[in-house]
């Protein structure tokens, strides 16, 4: 059993940056794919963002890609998400999810992973 807890959320004007973080629970982080995820209001949730385990492979949403970066620290538990240059368009309640890595993960897929953070809220504004 996996815990994830968001925190990095609040409100930023556009242009400017966040960075959001997760704290995961359990002794064996650095065997999970994580991936960070967004739902706006009255949308899906979509993909933002994932890296493999051993930080080797990572995705990005193209509506991100050059704007967000993803990382992970295994020995603190925790993965990252910078968010620079934003734009009203990234509001969006952000989730972290993980994945424990056994054979192949897609890791855009959003039912892909089997944990779930509670969200932390992004709002830009113009």
């Known amino acids: 059993q996996v815990q994830l807890v968001e925190s990095g959320g609040g409100s930023v004007q556009a242009g400017g940056s966040l960075r959001l973080s997760c704290a995961a629970s359990?002794?064996?982080?650095?065997?999970?794919?994580m991936g960070w995820f967004r739902q706006a209001p009255g949308k899906e949730r979509e993909f933002v963002a994932a890296?493999?385990?051993?930080?080797?492979?990572?995705y990005y949403a193209n509506s991100v890609k050059g704007r967000f970066t993803i990382s992970r620290e295994n020995a603190k538990n925790t993965v990252y998400l910078q968010m620079n240059s934003l734009k009203p368009e990234d509001t969006a309640v952000y989730y972290c999810?993980?994945?424990?890595?056994?054979?192949?993960?897609?890791?855009?897929?959003?039912?892909?992973?089997?944990?779930w953070g509670q969200g932390t809220q992004v709002t830009v504004s113009t």
């Open positions: 999810a993980a994945k424990r890595e056994i054979g192949l993960v897609i890791m855009t897929a959003e039912p892909s992973y089997d944990y």
């Open positions: 890296i493999r385990a051993s930080g080797g492979t990572i």
């Open positions: 359990g002794r064996t982080f650095g065997n999970y794919v």
